[in-house]
């Protein structure tokens, strides 16, 4: 009786040890698992004045309207860095400036981001790998995740057309989503 308990603990220890690793889930919402060298990126702006932006990395939302932690503007996570919703542009330009290169930057707008946007603003995102930064007018729905410091174009990036601005003046949300590189060398 004693050898048959013991001949059961095994069985049941190899099924557990051996047996096959359950599936990972998609993250943030995206309809496939990413690979292990990429994060899962969902990146949502906001729509009018009424619905706000929503930021997910790696399977966390880190900003939305229901963390209450977004605000009209630029909303702003840098990976390994602090959360930004101001919109004051001084404070705004010094911390895009102070963003180490290498480091992830995710933006989602909320709002009209024109009117304190400054031309270094611009070209800040642009090294970041932007290329539609330049494009966005006023009232534009714009999201983005780039890469300080790289200049490598950014495949997550989008911006609304004047075409959807259905909301008296007012875009609908834009987003962009899919697995972005943990390297800076794999971007792209």
């Not at 780039?146 to 495949?155: P, V």
């Amino acid at each position: 009786m004693h050898n048959l308990l013991f001949s059961n603990l095994i069985v049941r220890l190899t099924q557990y040890f051996f047996s096959a690793p359950t599936s990972p889930s998609p993250r943030c919402g995206l309809s496939a698992v990413c690979p292990s060298d990429r994060f899962a990126v969902h990146i949502r702006s906001g729509a009018a004045n009424i619905v706000g932006p929503k930021i997910c990395f790696d399977g966390k939302t880190i900003m939305s309207h229901v963390l209450n932690n977004v605000g009209p503007g630029l909303n702003v996570v840098v990976w390994d860095k602090k959360c930004i919703d101001g919109w004051n542009p001084e404070d705004i330009l010094d911390y895009l400036k102070s963003i180490k290169p290498g480091l992830i930057v995710l933006v989602a707008s909320f709002g009209d981001v024109t009117k304190k946007m400054t031309p270094e603003m611009r070209e800040i995102f642009v090294g970041m790998g932007s290329t539609l930064i330049r494009s966005v007018k006023q009232r534009d729905s714009w999201v983005f995740a780039g890469r300080a410091g790289t200049e490598i174009k950014s495949l997550f990036e989008k911006v609304s057309e004047p075409k959807t601005n259905i909301y008296e003046g007012w875009p609908e949300i834009v987003e962009v989503g899919g697995c972005f590189p943990r390297s800076p060398a794999a971007t792209g």
